[in-house]
């Protein structure tokens, strides 16, 4: 008889339920092994979470734990399981994983709250070791007490190439949010940013699934799925400007969605001039791009140092293939002087992007620590500055021609200025919440 596997997505909001998705590939990975079941709980309360979990009495609960500031929740919510029921089904102890970048950054409050295990990095190949061994302290992949101490098993070997995986298990997981589908067509980033969650999570090791895979994937998501707007759920979809050019030629060659969004760094996009316009011609007409800072010291010191001319470049030819352009920036980023500050919306302006966002710094603890979840959360100024930074760029006269220009112009880039210009209406011209940039924010 197969393990009665449950992979709990908690009550939490991510991006387009990223979670969920996140779930759905680790499914697919392990359905041979066990009979597998995805609880999505983003909109459930905690004590209805617990119930739901102890009617359906799995063998095996795994809890994705998505950052560092999600491990305080998560840790609440396996100590409530094993409180309420004894962490018992009707047959056998339920056994309890945790995993996700959260988990693999801080395990052991998950562990002292009653978790039997953390799975420390990507986790197809643990769990699927997991199901035929059992936790066993110190496998690799896995942390977990023994002896009243935690034990810390070696890094496991990453999946190569990331081809052998199989296709996510769709039909375990809930509708997209918004009908956005999620599609991974890569994993981690070569660079070495310091404030990266990636690079912690998946060193600096980038691997890609083929651009076969991913048109084939594609395909099967418009034409089984009805799919009109995909999303590339990478950390840096342009890594390899050669393996973009072949994917678009593909995805060229069959169906095509309405919008794709990807997330890209500017250098790589700025890498090959050819690499742009291929893209549009793939329906790829939403690109966000991590900024971080405008300010050289910074951006050095964070292992980011990219001239703004570069952005302003790259973002002006986003804009003439039609591509509606997403900056992210980080407010207190270490190394980031008060002029550098006071000047941060200013910047962002001048280099041009349709759309940006201010994020306040979340410190990132390194892989495998041992410091406390509650570390972990944003400075208060910098939250309060990060919302200022972002209505002061929306309100500024630049940025209000460049949206209502895009929206006369039409086309989706037109579309998502418009979704913009209306957010910043609803809210941000208020007290309320900053404006995101379309209706994909």
Known sequence: MKTRLLLLKPPEESRFNFGAFSLGV??????????????????????????????RAPDLLGITVMGPGSVGPVAGLIRRFRETTGGRTASARTVILAGGHGGSMVPEPLLAAGADAVVIGEGERTLAEILERGVRPGAAGVACMAGGRTVLGLPQAPIQPLDRLPLPARDLMPPPPDDVHL?????????????????????????????????????????????????????????????????????????LPALILVSARVDDLGADPRLLPAMASARMLRISVGVETLDHAAAALAGKPIAASTYREVFARMRDHGIFSVASLIVGLEGETFEARHKAADRAIQVGPDAARFLPFLPRPAVRTGAAAGD??????????????????YRHRDVRERLELAAQVGGIRGMLARGTLRNWEREGAGEGLPPGEGPFD
């Open 183 to 255: 599609l991974e067509t890569s994993r981690g980033c070569p660079h070495a940013c310091s404030f990266c969650e990636a690079t912690r999570f998946h060193g600096r090791l980038w691997r890609a699934h083929s651009p076969e895979r991913v048109a084939v994937e594609v395909a099967g998501l418009i034409e089984e799925r009805g799919a009109w707007v995909i999303e590339f759920a990478d950390d840096n979809f342009a890594a390899s400007p050669a393996r973009v050019l072949r994917i678009c030629e593909l995805l060229r060659a069959g169906p």
């Open 26 to 55: 680790l499914a697919a990975a392990v359905r041979d092994r066990a009979e597998v079941a995805i609880l999505d709980a983003t909109r459930l309360k905690p004590g209805d979470v617990v119930r739901e979990v102890a009617a």
């Open 376 to 393: 972990f959360e944003p400075k208060a100024a910098d939250v309060r500055d990060a919302r200022l930074f972002t209505q002061a760029f």
